[in-house]
């Protein structure tokens, strides 16, 4: 899956989930920046971020959801562990693309 279609999955889960952005916006950055800063404008954007991954834990019912919600046992909101790992990761739109 390119960069693109990553980010188009993303951006279209964040708008179905309430995300009030502009998702044409949003792809054009990616085009024009598909590394650059205004593509991490929208992407490490928090309002994004809680749309895309929502705020409150869901309870997990197998061994691969208790390991992708390693964070629930911490105070992070689901959107608030994602975002920290994306943030760190050598590559954000993988681990965007690994987790939507």
């Known amino acids: ?3 693109r ?3 188009e999955k993303a951006i279209q889960k964040a708008l179905d989930n309430g995300w009030i952005g502009n998702y ?3 792809l054009t950055i990616a085009d024009t920046f598909p590394e650059g800063e205004m593509t991490k404008q929208v992407i490490f954007n ?3 971020a809680k749309a895309l991954w929502g705020e409150s834990w869901p309870m997990p019912r197998t061994k691969h959801e208790i390991e992708r919600y390693q964070w629930s046992d911490t105070k992070l ?3 608030q562990g994602h975002l920290q790992q994306m ?3 050598e590559d954000p739109i993988k681990y965007l693309g690994d987790n939507i």
Do not use: E
Request: no cysteine; proline share 6%.
């Open 5 to 7: 279609d990553i980010l």
């Open 24 to 26: 044409y916006h949003a």
């Open 87 to 89: 943030v760190i990761s």
């Open 1 to 3: 899956m390119s960069n």
């Open 77 to 79: 909101a689901p959107w």
């Open 46 to 48: 928090h309002d994004f």
